[in-house]
């Protein structure tokens, strides 16, 4: 089983008045993430930088970490990474 880490910028968006997951972008590393998740946050209302551990081979989800939040996040956005 080979682990790898993936950094993801989550963006969210307004719609029909709600906010909801919107694009993801991947960055080559950790800071990468941070500051682009920041840079992002100024021209849409949300964004978190992610760190997202998978089995390489099966795509099985082994654990993500929020590393930043800028703006507006969901209440229950930590909770449905981990499942619950």
Do not use: C, H, N, W
Request: proline share 5%.
């Amino acid at each position: 089983m080979a682990l790898k880490t993936t950094f993801v910028v989550q963006t969210f968006v307004i719609k029909r008045k709600r906010l909801v997951p919107g694009d993801r972008e991947v960055a080559p590393t950790e800071s990468g993430a941070l500051k682009k998740a920041e840079a992002m946050s100024g021209r849409l209302p949300g964004t978190a930088a992610l760190k997202v551990v998978a089995d390489d081979e099966t795509g099985e989800l082994e654990s993500a970490t929020i590393l930043g939040q800028f703006g507006e996040v969901p209440d229950d956005f930590a909770e449905s990474l981990t499942g619950g």
